[in-house]
């Protein structure tokens, strides 16, 4: 069993930081948040719905719908721009194309990213990451999961690109699930998880 007892609720507007050392299950529990993995027992409820009851075609509608996931590297398709690739998931969803592409420029205004119609592999790491959180967002999620967001970033990249997750999330009402082994990352979260031996250990109240 990778993960134990563990139970805790993300409300909207809401951010929860999880930490605990390499091998915790971290990314483990994100994933199974993310509805990318399903655990063997326990329940999910996300917007209302007990995603473990979806089957895998509703499941996939309904993460576009509900879910944005944002993980270490943006993993952008690199041969589309900037707002091609935030504007995909939306036309999935079945926006059509100028439409979906007028709310990726907006999504990528509001993360202040000039370079919007450069192909994605041209980008730098934090460039990246800022069309990563546009993409997360352009569903209108309820909630967003993010996997070590800013690990492969540093120093001022890195504060920059933080304080943009957590201000645009706050700013569009969506929940925010953060990975993160980075202390001043997570310490800006509203509540911080400790996850050890693959349990819940401790649930520190942040006063802010
Ligand atoms: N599909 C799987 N089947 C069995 N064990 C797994 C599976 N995926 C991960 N594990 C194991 O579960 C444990 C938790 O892994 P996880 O990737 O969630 O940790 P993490 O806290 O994210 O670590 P890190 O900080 O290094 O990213 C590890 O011991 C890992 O080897
Ligand atoms: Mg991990």
């Not at 944002?70 to 926006?95: H, K, R, S, Y």
């Not at 690990?151 to 953060?178: C, F, N, P, Q």
């Not at 509540?191 to 819940?200: A, G, H, Y």
């Amino acid at each position: 069993m990778i993960l134990d007892d563990v139970s805790f609720t993300v409300d909207r507007g809401e951010s929860v930081a999880v930490v605990g050392p390499s091998g915790s299950g971290k990314s483990t529990l994100a994933a199974i948040v993310a509805t990318l993995l399903r655990p063997q027992s326990g329940t999910v409820r996300i917007d209302g719905t007990d995603v473990l009851t979806l089957r895998s075609s509703r499941l996939a509608a309904f993460r576009r719908a509900t879910i944005g996931v944002i993980f270490q590297q943006a993993e952008l398709v690199p041969t589309m721009t900037a707002v091609e690739n935030v504007a995909l998931p939306a036309m999935l969803d079945g926006l059509d194309r100028a439409a979906a592409e007028r709310r990726a420029r907006e999504l990528l205004d509001e993360v202040q990213l000039g370079e919007t119609d450069t192909p994605a592999g041209d980008l730098s790491g934090g460039e990246a990451q800022r069309v990563g959180i546009a993409r997360a967002l352009v569903g209108s999620p309820a909630l967003v999961v993010a996997d070590e967001p800013t690990a492969s970033l540093d120093g001022r990249t890195k504060s920059v690109v933080a304080d943009l997750l957590y201000s645009r999330l706050e700013a569009h009402g969506a929940g925010l699930l953060i990975v993160s082994h980075d202390p001043e990352v997570a310490s800006r979260a509203d509540r911080v998880l400790r996850l050890e031996d693959r349990r819940l250990t401790a649930q520190l109240a942040e006063v802010h």
